[in-house]
């Protein structure tokens, strides 16, 4: 995989693939499931303990080979049933031969990397094995290309299997076979127990190889036969990151089959993604470029995309989600969200509430028809029922140290370009005014508001703006073209207060302004002159 991370680790569909044997192997409910370690041992055990944790984790020695593989995995799974005999008599106080007490019955062996394999093929394959009472099923399949496969040497006539030629140890006859193995067995455990007690290392690669059992067991008279499956991606292995995107594709598209038959649109197959663990509902529509990840459920009804990634975001039924991103969210039943919405983690939007364009939400409870319709912030924030956040709105939350919480009651009205810097309340029926920065909690049905008495600059454009568009067309509106730019009102103001012998207040002096005229001074073309 030329990778950091342990091959049966990558994932395709929101899972390992390790994940997906141990998902297959558990549908089976078998008594025990033992997963062998070696490479990477560390991590790869630590994820079998985060998706499987009734897993038995056995840990292969410097030997290598699938046989030697399976040699610690039987030692560890005869150990952990003779332990369960001995719990069962210290219960009944009895004495027994819980030393004697070895695993009996079917062993069902899979590889790691095999992440298409699926519980209907090995529940099949169990079948054939107990209705022919064998020693060892093995699972096949043909492919065109067999380079780097074992082959399946079968006896003429009876199609019995004779044995599995490795690659490297097979002849040109051999090698033109195209039947292979799969890694995918089923054996008797006392079969197997035998056999691998027997096994060397006697071959090209110097490993102690697992398919020299069923040659084993045939020279023992037991029965081994194939059974052959038609479908050869669900038993690919992977084994670089080009195989594992064909599966992965593969995967998505079976994915997707299986929920338009159950009732699901899929406007364009080829944008959209879903993880296995998604649930989608009947009459879910999934527009194009859409991702639903990790746990996902979306309602009967509600539509996705086009354009959005979603993981662990639960849709109510109704909703409408569009280009939208968000991750561990709840929008409930009927709700709208988006376009361009980004829901972080602890979102959750009530009934026919609203979450806009260009809103971010974090750890925010947003109740029914509640709508936060665009270009804001609310994070850390209850906000109740059928209230209306104002455009460009911010719960201030952080104050460099820690997460204060805003409270919005229900049916307030914010003003736009509202902060609320938390801790603060916001009570039912209030409202706050455009630009209002609220620090302290306003009362129910109370109207806040911040900002200053207007204070207008008369005639500021043409003095300070003085031969551009936006001055002709000021000169223009009033209807004069005086230099000072002052209205009647203005102008009266100040001879007033001249006449009164009151110190006039000069003009303001603003950047780019030009400079005032002397009092007394005329202008002409050539300049100025007194």
Known sequence: ???????????????????????????????????????????????????????????????????????????ALDGAAQAAAAQGEHDRAADGAAADSVLDGA??????????????????????????????????????EPTGYGRILREPGTGDVLGIVEEKDADDEQRAITEINTSVYVFDARVL???????????????????????????????????????????????????????????NRRLLDDWMRAGVTVVDPATTWVDVDVELARDVTLLQNTQLHGATTVGEGATVGPDTTLTDVEIGPGATVVRTHGSLAVIREGATVGPFA????????????????????????????????????????????????????????????????TVIGSHARTGSDNMFVAPVVVGDGAYTGAGTVVRRDVPPGALAVSAGSQRNIEGWVVRSRGGTPAAEAAARARGTQDIGGLSPQARAERERAAAAGERVAPLPELPGQPQRLAEGATTTDEGTTR
Do not use: C, W
């Not at 059992?213 to 990151?241: F, K, P, Y």
């Not at 028809?369 to 804001?376: A, D, E, M, Q, R």
């Open 1 to 75: 995989m030329r990778s950091a991370t342990p091959k049966v680790l990558h994932t395709l569909g929101g899972r390992s693939m390790l994940g997906h044997a141990l998902a297959t192997a558990r549908a089976l409910e078998p008594e025990r499931v033992a997963v062998v370690v070696r490479h990477e041992r560390e991590r790869v055990a630590a994820h079998v303990l985060e998706v499987d944790p009734g897993a038995l984790l056995v840990d292969q020695d410097d030997v290598p080979g699938t046989g030697r593989a399976v040699q610690v995995a039987m030692t």
């Open 107 to 144: 062993v069902v062996v899979v590889a790691g990397d095999v992440p298409l394999l699926d519980a209907g093929t090995l529940t099949e394959l169990l079948a054939a094995h107990a209705a022919d009472a064998n020693a060892v099923t093995v699972l096949t399949t043909d492919v065109a």
């Open 193 to 251: 127990r035998a056999a691998l007690a027997r096994l060397g290392r006697d071959n090209a690669q110097g490993e102690v190889y697992l398919t020299d059992v069923l040659a084993i067991a045939r020279a023992d008279g037991g029965h081994v036969r194939a059974l052959r499956t038609d479908d050869a991606l669900s038993v690919e292995g992977v084994n670089d990151r080009v195989q594992l995107a064909v599966l992965r594709a593969e995967l």
């Open 342 to 405: 980004y829901l972080r983690p602890g979102t959750d939007l009530g009934a026919g509430g609203k979450i806009g364009t260009f809103v971010e939400t974090k750890n925010a409870q947003i109740g029914t028809g509640s709508k936060i319709p665009h270009l804001s912030y609310v994070g850390d924030a209850t906000i109740g029922e059928y209230s209306n956040i104002g455009a460009a709105s911010v719960t201030v939350n952080y104050d460099g140290v820690s997460k204060h919480r």
